[in-house]
Every structure is written in C-alpha cells, then in structure tokens.
C-alpha cells in the first residue's frame, strides 16, 4: 500500500460558523481570520494505491458551480485535483474506487462534472465506484431544511443514474472492520447522519482521516465543535471517545480542511488530550 495527499482546492469559511460558541478570542489563536472573519480553509484528499486498486477518499467543491456560488466561498491557491493527481503520477480515469465520507458539496461536489457540451452531468472518475451508506444516502436526498444547502442535487443524483454508486454494508457497528476498500471505518453521527472516517495501518502507524469530525488542529479541545454539525452533544461525545483512544494508541490524524496542517498526533495532559506534534506528509513518510 503507498499513500498520497491530494490537494483539491483551498477557500474560506466564516470562523464563527467553524468554532460554534467558542468565542473568536479564543478561536483565532489557533485559525486567524481576516477582516472579513474568514478563516483559511483547505479541502485535502486520501490516494490509497493498494494492489489494483486505486482509491480516492473525497473529492473537494469540483468546479461545476456558478461562479456565485464560489463567490460564497473565496477560494484561493492554486490547488486543483489533476494537478495532484499528475503530481503522483496518476491521472483520474485510474481511479477504481471514490470513498465519501459524506455528501456534503465540498466533499463530493468534484464526484460529478458537467458534460461536454454542458447539457447535463456525468462522473468525473469514469472507471471509478462511489461509495457512501445507504443510511447517508437517504439522508442526503431527503434532506431536512437545515443540511439542504449542503446537499445538492446535482452532485447526488448523478451518481445514482450513472450505475456506479455503491453503499457499504453497514448493520449498526460503529466501527467497522476490514471493509471491502480493505481499511477499517469509523462511523459518526454528529456532524451528520453516517459520516465516514477511514482508518488504517500505514508503515507502523495508525492513520485516521479526520473529514469533518475534527477538521482543523483547532478542533482538537473538546467544546470546539463547528457550528455546521446537527448534533453537537452527540460529536462532544464522539471527539472524547475518539481523542483519548488517540491518544492512547498514538494515532496520526490526516486532517482534510486544515490548510497549514496536514497530520498530528495527540497527548493526554491535566486539561485534557491536546495537540502533541503536526507533521508534513513528507516528513512523516519520507
């Protein structure tokens, strides 16, 4: 197995949103913002080469949508997935298998592409499965008034009526192993129903992709919850869970939206689990 980061794009959210009711005295030590209380955001995915399999875990915003709707979101860089992909020597038809950790646009919106004479949609990884679960997928394509925004039409639909979305079996276990990507998944619930964290073992460390769960180093203490999540005592619960089996057992997590850190681990201290060292990809795994 060889791993790669895959820089897709980076933009900005509003920090407020991002920290819920931390205030931002607190928040921007860790993720300053600009005058306009906007925080660096990244959108950073996993390449998992395994065998003949090559699999990708997000896909970031894509490019597909108005250049109002990107107006919201005040990308910046120059971060582009074919970039990344060629960077490694890849290229996206050799994408076999495309893990969503959920389906919200920035994580699934580059899944889905416009045709070629932009009359209607097709997959952006032709050769490639979409996997998610069936208890998020109902979830997203019903969308309770909340999350809608967040779950869009154009990236969903598409994927069902191209024949290459897939679910993974999912019977109620949190965690579950071995799955049929070959790499354990965590479940979570409270940034959204069913999200998905992949999890696995990579030159004698324990890699976990972060998604939404912790999103930025600045997430790490515990009441630093995003104002996005739809249950935010239920992720309390879950960070706390998570945090100290990290620590514990010296896990590496692969953050998705920070944009200066990459991966980290955690120590236990007298005010909790808190950061311990962050790491580049390169240097951890030269």
């Known amino acids: 197995m060889k791993i790669y980061p895959v820089e897709t794009g980076n933009f900005k959210l509003d920090g407020g949103a991002m920290f819920g009711v931390v ?8 993720n300053p913002a600009d005058d306009n ?11 998992i080469e395994d065998g003949d399999r090559l699999i990708l875990v997000d896909t970031g915003m894509g490019n597909k949508q108005s250049d109002r709707f990107f107006g919201y979101y005040y990308r910046w860089g120059d971060f582009t997935i074919d970039a990344s992909l060629k960077k490694h020597g890849f290229h996206r038809d050799d994408i076999t298998d495309v893990f969503l ?13 416009w045709n070629k004479n932009r009359t209607g949609y097709e997959p952006a990884f032709k050769n490639a499965k979409f996997w998610t679960n069936e208890k998020h997928w109902k979830w997203a394509i019903e969308p309770n008034p909340r999350e809608k925004a967040s779950f869009l039409t154009e990236n969903l639909i598409p994927m069902k009526e191209s024949g290459q979305l897939s679910f993974i079996n999912y019977s109620g276990e949190s965690f579950l192993k071995n799955s ?28 976990v992709f972060m998604a939404d769960l912790i999103p930025t180093v600045g997430h790490i203490s515990l009441p630093y919850i995003m104002g996005y999540d739809t249950r935010p005592l239920m992720t309390l619960t879950e960070k706390e869970i998570f945090l100290n089996e990290a620590a514990d057992h010296n896990y590496y997590l692969f953050f998705e939206h ?28 030269k």
């Open 23 to 30: 205030p931002k005295t607190i928040w921007q030590r860790t």
């Open 37 to 47: 209380n906007l925080i660096d955001v990244a959108a950073r995915s996993l390449l």
């Open 101 to 113: 950790t959920h389906l919200h646009f920035d994580h699934v919106g580059g899944a889905i592409q």
């Open 180 to 207: 049929t990507l070959g790499f354990d998944i965590r479940f979570v619930d409270g940034h959204t129903e069913k999200q998905m964290l992949p999890q696995f073992s990579y030159q004698g460390k324990t890699i």
């Open 258 to 285: 920070d944009a200066h850190n990459q991966l980290c681990t955690l120590k236990h201290t007298e005010r909790g689990v808190r950061l311990n060292q962050v790491y580049t990809f390169n240097e951890l795994f």
